[in-house]
T-cell receptor, first 117, second 112 residues
Framework: GAVVSQHPSRVICKSGTSVKIECRSL??????MFWYRQFPKQSLMLMATSNEGSKATYEQGVEKDKFLINHASLTLSTLTVTSAHPEDSSFYICSARNKRGGSYEQYFGPGTRLTVT | SQQGEEDPQALSIQEGENATMNCSYK?????LQWYRQNSGRGLVHLIL?????REKHSGRLRVTLDTSKKSSSLLITASRAADTASYFCATVLQGGSEKLVFGKGTKLTVNP
């Protein structure tokens, strides 16, 4: 149980276009979803936290107008990278948590590799 | 800066040997978690240790937590080539935050 999927796993887009990444919890209800960014050989940096039905909370330095997050249901959150630039190329990972269970454990998706050309 | 700092940054050992990775953090925590990441993949949760616990075991994994030193260690016993991965510690801070703050990670290579 506790499987989180991401789609797509890899995406290449041109500068100026927008890309949407989906994060789904397959077998549990995710009251909270998190979006992380990871540069090569570096750690995960939290970008934003989203609770179902409410606006996402962004970390300092993350542009909310550039990284649009929607958590419309208990099983789906989306991250849209708008007007992508080459410096947005990175590995984006989501995680999901069922707060109602009282557990702090987050279940991570497999990640999406974004390359902006 | 990041809450957790792993040590060493990279570790290379032979199969069968034990691997020890350390993590230090700066502020009071609710719990500390260890994750594993294979290259280019998502993270797999390994073990969670609460701030009032000192040691925890799971299979070949042993985690210790010293809140007075603000440090934790992950021991993998009898390592296997399949254990090759990056290992991250992550902390949940006290105060009701649900955010995970990750350290920089240790890249472990287990040579067959």
């Amino acid at each position: 149980g506790a499987v989180v999927s991401q789609h797509p796993s890899r995406v290449i887009c041109k500068s100026g276009t927008s890309v949407k990444i989906e994060c789904r919890s397959l077998d549990f209800q995710a009251t909270t979803m998190f979006w992380y960014r990871q540069f090569p050989k570096q750690s995960l940096m939290l970008m934003a936290t989203s609770n179902e039905g409410s606006k996402a909370t962004y970390e300092q330095g993350v542009e909310k107008d550039k990284f649009l997050i929607n958590h419309a249901s208990l099983t789906l959150s989306t991250l849209t990278v708008t007007s992508a630039h080459p410096e947005d190329s990175s590995f984006y990972i989501c995680s999901a948590r069922n707060k109602r269970g009282g557990s702090y454990e987050q279940y991570f998706g497999p990640g999406t590799r974004l390359t902006v050309t | 800066s990041q809450q957790g700092e792993e040590d060493p940054q990279a570790l290379s050992i032979q199969e069968g040997e034990n691997a020890t990775m350390n993590c230090s953090y700066k502020t009071s925590i609710n719990n500390l978690q260890w994750y594993r990441q294979n290259s280019g993949r998502g993270l797999v949760h390994l073990i969670l240790i609460r701030s009032n616990e000192r040691e925890k075991h799971s299979g070949r994994l042993r985690v210790t937590l010293d809140t007075s030193k603000k440090s934790s260690s992950l021991l993998i016993t009898a390592s296997r080539a399949a254990d090759t991965a990056s290992y991250f510690c992550a902390t949940v801070l006290q105060g009701g935050s649900e955010k995970l703050v990750f350290g920089k990670g240790t890249k472990l290579t287990v040579n067959p």
